[in-house]
Nanobody, 124 residues
Framework: QVQLVESGGGLVQAGGSLRLSCVAS????????MGWFRQAPGKEREFVAA????????HYRDSVKDRFTISRDNAKNTGSLQMSSLKPEDTAVYYC?????????????????WGQGTQVTVSS
């Protein structure tokens, strides 16, 4: 079992930055691929970014490439999503998730464990 807790969301103006964190409990965090997803009101949950267990490979959705950076520290059981140049369309609840999913990192159903989410609101 892995429990995930996200933090770092908030209200920011367009062009601003936020850093989301995901703290995991459980000894197996380091063996999982970690992903970040988001869900805006009235929309389906969508893939944002993922990082393999070793951190050697990352994936991003096209709309966040060059703006978001995913990272992890297995020794601390933490992951993060650094978001910059934020846009109003980035507004959503952001979730971290882990699972044995690589290379099928974009599919919501492939992830075994999810956090409760943290709200990110970008004002124009």
């Amino acid at each position: 079992q892995v429990q995930l807790v996200e933090s770092g969301g908030g209200l920011v103006q367009a062009g601003g930055s936020l850093r989301l964190s995901c703290v995991a409990s459980g000894r197996t965090f380091g063996s999982y691929t970690m992903g970040w997803f988001r869900q805006a009101p009235g929309k389906e949950r969508e893939f944002v970014a993922a990082i393999t267990w070793s951190g050697s490979t990352t994936h991003y959705r096209d709309s966040v490439k060059d703006r978001f950076t995913i990272s992890r520290d297995n020794a601390k059981n933490t992951g993060s999503l650094q978001m910059s140049s934020l846009k109003p369309e980035d507004t959503a609840v952001y979730y971290c998730a882990v699972g044995y999913v690589h290379p099928r990192v974009v599919d919501v159903g492939n992830y075994a464990y999810w956090g409760q989410g943290t709200q990110v609101t970008v004002s124009s």
